[in-house]
């Protein structure tokens, strides 16, 4: 079964610094790889995926990720970030021909002045 | 664009009430998702639709069932409300994975369930 850890539950950063939030999946194949964004009291909107080909993805709101095979990880990054990524993040892993997904724990971002 | 609706953004219900929620989709999905979400547990699937009138148990069904009798509306079903059911609902849809292998959710804007 394809499982997600995202091992930081709370991450505090100031704005303007650089951002790196962890996930590392569980598969046994290749995995399709989500981040998703979550702000206080929204429903989750996806920021970036990967499927195959180049590992280093980019997204929206200048995020991007990185797919790592030898480490099971595909981890989040913001070169410098703004207030308003203050939100929740959460990592999910798909599968081909599996409709579901599985979602991390999240990990909540603050960002201070 | 792209859109799920909820019914509700804010619902109050007591103990014992059976408590419909509501799910739009306007994307001609053919896969509906109902998720809980509580603080440090993340998103726990509660039930699956892939086609009209199917459904599939999730990791927590208990307490909940679902009805789909139209492709773009999915309803979760709290048959009597219990505290234990105060939560964040979302519901989320996809395409099914024959027409687009990149089963990318999207999704709704959550109702904040609280049961009293």
């Known amino acids: 079964a394809q499982s997600v850890t995202q091992p930081d539950i709370h991450i505090t950063v100031s704005e303007g610094a650089s951002l790196e939030l962890r996930c590392n999946y569980s598969?046994?194949?290749?995995?399709?790889l989500f981040w998703y964004v979550q702000s206080p009291g929204q429903g989750l909107q996806l920021l970036l995926k990967?499927?195959?080909?180049?590992?280093l993805v980019q997204g929206i709101k200048g995020f991007e990720a990185e797919f790592k095979r030898s480490q099971s990880s595909f981890n989040l990054r913001k070169p410098s970030v703004h207030w308003s990524d203050a939100a929740e993040y959460f990592c999910?892993?798909?599968?081909?021909?599996?409709?579901?997904?599985?979602f991390g724990t999240g990990t909540r971002l603050t960002i201070i002045p | 664009d792209v859109k799920v609706t909820q019914s509700s953004r804010y619902l109050v219900k007591r103990t014992g009430e059976k408590v419909f929620l509501e799910c739009v989709q306007d994307?001609?999905?053919?896969?509906m998702f109902w998720y809980r979400q509580d603080p440090g547990l993340g998103l726990r699937l509660i039930y699956f639709?892939?086609?009209?009138?199917?459904?599939e148990k999730g990791d927590i069904p208990e307490g909940y069932s679902v009805s789909r009798e139209k492709k773009e509306r999915f309803s979760l079903i709290l048959e009597s409300a219990s505290t234990n059911q105060t939560s964040m609902y979302l519901c989320?849809?996809?395409?099914?994975?024959?027409?687009?292998?990149?089963?990318?959710?999207?999704f709704g804007p959550g109702t904040r369930l609280t049961v009293l």
């Open positions: 994307m001609d999905h053919e896969n």
């Open positions: 999910a892993v798909g599968n081909f021909g599996n409709e579901k997904l599985t």
């Open positions: 598969y046994g194949a290749t995995p399709y």
């Open positions: 989320a849809s996809s395409p099914t994975s024959g027409s687009s292998p990149y089963n990318e959710q999207f």
């Open positions: 990967y499927f195959s080909g180049d590992t």
């Open positions: 639709s892939y086609d009209v009138k199917m459904k």
